[in-house]
């Protein structure tokens, strides 16, 4: 009756349903309820809401580590998996690091012209400064 199904032969949008699910599970066991978006509503896909009634993420959803100046000031928090690891870490604080620590000076074409910048297997100092954004 059930058959897992292999997540290379989803269409963007079943990943993109998949990954979801995904993290919001991740999430549940830290006390957050994930609520799904039908628009990007403020750059987030879904929000997470912790039993806590005060704390509320606004989450978007990747494939990859990934930062965007169209999500600066927004107070977003970037979700992607790497392998068995899901992270969740805060957009703006993490480009803060990024630039204060020269990991994207100057000669960074993508994120200066481009406006965006995303690493398809995340460098050792992106999972070394992302350990605490784990879940």
């Known amino acids: 009756m059930f058959r897992p199904v292999a997540y290379e032969s989803l269409n963007s949008r079943q990943k993109e349903n998949h990954n979801f699910q995904k993290v919001a599970a991740r999430l549940a066991d830290y006390g957050y309820n994930c609520l799904r978006l039908t628009d990007d509503w403020q750059g987030a896909d879904f929000m997470a ?61 993508t994120w200066h012209l481009a406006g965006g910048r995303s690493w398809p297997s995340p460098p050792s100092w992106a999972i070394k400064l992302l350990s605490e954004y784990r879940i």
């Open 49 to 109: 809401c912790h039993v806590d009634g005060e704390t509320i993420l606004k989450v978007q959803l990747k494939g990859r580590l990934t930062i965007d100046k169209k999500y600066l000031g927004k107070s977003i928090h970037i979700a992607f998996f790497h392998g068995q690891d899901c992270y969740i870490y805060d957009h703006d604080a993490f480009v803060l690091h990024l630039e204060q620590n020269g990991l994207i000076g100057a000669d960074s074409v």
